[in-house]
């Protein structure tokens, strides 16, 4: 767990209205602050690309930067550019990339192990922003859950 020095707070989800998520990371600063540590922001280091009328593609772009915004210190968990699998994937499982110029094969589970790294860390609350296609997001609210962490999941519209 996080120690008694800092508030952490992971991010999930695939929203990209910035209100909710705005109003998510404000209630979680007003009780860091009640109790006197600075809030930390954990999310994972997604591409920052805009969507077309919405700026950004993720709850994780528009936390980081309204997290900046307001202050925090952000902690960005770097996605696997290679696509390496881990010892629990399955053989087989790796799927073959046609692009030219990307990696030729890559683990589809990367987001998963993306979000165990920052489960791992046992922030003190996940906000989970759930579209109907956020499977991952959904595994990491079942795992938070089963690892007692708080989750404050909201679904979208």
Do not use: Y
């Not at 109003?23 to 591409?47: C, F, K, W």
């Amino acid at each position: 767990k996080v120690g008694r020095r800092q508030r952490q707070s992971c991010i999930r989800g695939g929203w990209t209205d910035p209100f909710p998520i705005a109003a998510g990371l404000l209630h979680r600063q007003a009780i860091a602050r009640s109790h006197g540590l600075p809030p930390v922001l954990m999310h994972a280091d997604t591409p920052f690309q805009p969507s077309p009328g919405v700026g950004f593609a993720s709850a994780d772009a528009h936390a980081d930067q309204l997290a900046r915004a307001l202050g925090w210190q952000v902690c960005r968990v770097p996605a696997n550019p290679s696509g390496l699998c881990v010892p629990a994937c399955p053989k087989g499982h790796r799927r073959v990339n046609n692009r030219p110029g990307a990696a030729r094969d890559w683990c589809p589970d990367t987001d998963r192990h993306q979000a165990t790294v920052m489960l791992a860390s046992q922030p003190d609350v996940v906000l989970a922003f759930l579209t109907p296609d956020a499977d991952v997001t959904r595994e990491t609210v079942h795992l938070a859950k089963a690892m007692g962490i708080e989750v404050i999941a909201l679904e979208a519209p």
